[in-house]
T-cell receptor
Framework: NAGVTQTPKFQVLKTGQSMTLQCAQD?????MSWYRQDPGMGLRLIHY???????DQGEVPNGYNVSRSTTEDFPLRLLSAAPSQTSVYFC?????????????FGEGSWLTVV | QQQVKQSPQSLIVQKGGISIINCAYE??????FPWYQQFPGKGPALLIA???DVSEKKEGRFTISFNKSAKQFSLHIMDSQPGDSATYFC???????????????WGLGTSLAVNP
């Protein structure tokens, strides 16, 4: 099992560019989520999905889109990158929901917007 | 509004010492309290979790102490080692919540450095 796989590991974007962070899990987990981590801000939930075809907003959804066409994949799209989106992004999955189940995180994607 | 307050923000401990990280919560309905450990350059990973029906849970050198009346829980790392140097996150949730109310509330993290 690879667990949760994120790509790319590092990315530099120019302001206004768009990009997609890829995430895949091979554990047949229903629940997937995206977090961003910033110094002093902890982990903040961007979007989450409770199953294929179902997504919802988390704490900081503005500027990001997600879709869940399959159980395995949960890409995060930055529509028009802004310097405020410079952060480390983590994709995560859990069997049902992160509120009571073990969350498995990917290794992170470091994004810099210049 | 920070519903789970974690302290200290950073901690330096000598090898062999005890590391203590504290978390306080406001919502008395919280009934699941996990701790996640994050090494530099990696994603967080579940370290240990506790439910409020017990006051303490121990796994190796790691112990969660839970004080329901004070609405506090803490992580104790005994005989701290340089390999324990990481960021630690506490969190809390109410397993009885339904629908969109179900969420895990995170503390802001504690950066632990264990000096050799």
């Amino acid at each position: 099992n690879a667990g949760v796989t994120q790509t790319p590991k590092f990315q530099v974007l120019k302001t206004g560019q768009s990009m997609t962070l890829q995430c895949a899990q091979d554990m047949n987990h229903e629940y997937m989520s995206w977090y961003r981590q910033d110094p002093g801000m902890g982990l903040r939930l961007i979007h989450y999905s409770v199953g294929a075809g179902i997504t919802d907003q988390g704490e900081v959804p503005n500027g990001y889109n997600v879709s869940r066409s399959t159980t395995e994949d949960f890409p995060l799209r930055l529509l028009s990158a802004a310097p405020s989106q410079t952060s480390v992004y983590f994709c995560a999955s859990s069997l049902r929901g992160d509120w009571g189940n073990t969350i498995y995180f990917g290794e992170g994607s470091w994004l810099t917007v210049v | 509004q920070q519903q789970v307050k974690q302290s200290p923000q950073s901690l330096i401990v000598q090898k062999g010492g005890i590391s203590i990280i504290n978390c306080a919560y406001e919502n008395t309905a919280f009934d699941y309290f996990p701790w996640y450990q994050q090494f530099p350059g990696k994603g967080p990973a579940l370290l240990i979790a506790i439910r409020p029906d017990v006051s303490e849970k121990k796994e190796g050198r790691f112990t969660i102490s839970f004080n329901k009346s004070a609405k506090q829980f803490s992580l104790h790392i005994m005989d701290s080692q340089p390999g324990d140097s990481a960021t630690y996150f506490c969190a809390a949730s109410n397993l009885q919540d339904a629908g969109n109310n179900r969420k895990l509330i995170w503390g802001l993290g504690t950066s632990l450095a264990v000096n050799p």
